[in-house]
């Protein structure tokens, strides 16, 4: 059985400080604080200013923190499980702009969002906790409909590998001997434990092909390291 939303709401409760460095990003994910600044940057070069924001598993607030750096005059929704990780993006956000920020705690699937409203989604290390292929589904169709037209998702997540025998290459051997070099295998082994609790990633190819499904009229890839990719989509 996987992780209920309210054990990983419990565990993301515990772990604010791990989420809240701008210099490394989250730790676990391979080339995190490159993908923070690739994202971000690549939004303030569609979007130079003026434009409604909604980071769908903020976590500690890094991305939208990133952003409010580099773009002006943003309206921003924070979203997550985690009341304390809310908490801390808000105040983190709080000196950057000088917009009412909108703080949501609860699961992106069940809020009551205004559709059509956002230029941006930010969705990252989030979207792998989706479970099966309807589940996938309906949550990108409902991310496509809670953009603006012209508006656009921005993903960093966890992929999976098409075949076992990447997947145990890419994954198991490559990625575990990052984890390793980490914290040990003590450490790698404790990854691989709640992701597997945790987790239902999808490859980048089905992500891609579904953001295609759902509506977004272009997508493209940003970056992949291993099992970890960012890649976006554009609503005409």
Aim: proline residues 2%; negative net charge.
């Amino acid at each position: 059985m996987k992780s209920t939303i309210e054990e990983i709401e419990k565990r993301f409760d515990q772990d604010v400080e791990r989420f809240s460095n701008l210099d490394t990003g989250q730790a676990t994910t391979l080339d995190a604080a490159f993908n923070l600044e690739l994202i971000t940057q690549a939004i303030s070069k569609e979007y130079p200013d003026g434009i409604s924001v909604l980071d769908v598993g903020c976590g500690a607030g890094n991305y939208s923190v990133k952003l409010a750096q580099k773009v002006k005059d943003v309206q921003y929704t924070l979203l997550d499980l985690s009341k304390p990780m809310l908490e801390k993006a808000t105040q983190r956000l709080n000196s950057l702009t000088s917009q009412k920020i909108i703080a949501v705690k609860g699961d992106f699937r069940d809020q009551d969002l205004k559709q059509g409203h956002y230029d941006v989604i930010i969705a990252t290390a989030v979207l792998h906790h989706l479970r099966d292929d309807t589940d996938w589904e309906t949550a990108f169709k409902k991310l496509y409909n809670l953009l603006k037209p012209g508006g656009s998702i921005w993903i960093f997540d966890l992929v999976q590998q098409h075949t076992d025998a990447l997947q145990g290459y890419i994954y198991k051997d490559l990625y575990g001997a990052y984890l390793t070099q980490l914290g040990g295998e003590g450490y790698r082994d404790k990854v691989f434990a709640y992701i597997e609790k945790e987790d239902s990633p999808r490859s980048l190819m089905y992500q891609l092909e579904l953001l295609q499904k759902v509506g977004f009229t272009a997508v493209d890839v940003l970056h992949k390291n291993l099992c970890f990719a960012s890649f976006v989509g554009f609503k005409n």
